[in-house]
């Protein structure tokens, strides 16, 4: 059974950091691109960043550019995400996803169930 587990979302302050983590279990991930999703309330679910295989090729989405930083371990079937100088807006649940292609659209075949990220003003 594949399983996708989310961990170190928690509540900050605006400038403060964070590292996302994201285990998979239930098989190897290691030929899967893995990306993350965050979902605010109201809002629909956005991409955040994706990494292939690979590690190579990485993707964020614009408003986190420059800000956050996507990485995996593959011997650990883990991705990680590291969120730094972080703003109020990035205040979302944050889901990790593991599909064939990297890609910006939702297209995974595997999702985690969430992590809360609050940044304060």
């Not at 587990?5 to 590292?19: H, W, Y």
């Amino acid at each position: 059974q594949v399983q996708l587990v989310e961990s170190g979302g928690g509540l900050v302050q605006a400038g403060d950091s964070l590292r996302l983590s994201c285990a998979a279990s239930g098989r190897s991930f290691s030929r899967y691109a893995m990306g993350w999703f965050r979902q605010a309330p109201g809002k629909e679910r956005e991409f955040v960043a994706a990494i292939d295989w690979g590690g190579g090729v990485k993707l964020y989405a614009d408003s986190v550019k420059g800000r956050f930083t996507i990485s995996r371990d593959n011997a650990k079937n883990t991705v990680y995400l590291q969120m730094d100088s972080l703003k109020p807006e990035d205040t979302a649940v944050y889901y990790c996803a593991v599909g064939r292609y990297i890609s910006r659209s939702p297209a995974y075949d595997y999702w985690g169930q969430g992590t809360q990220v609050t940044v304060s003003s």
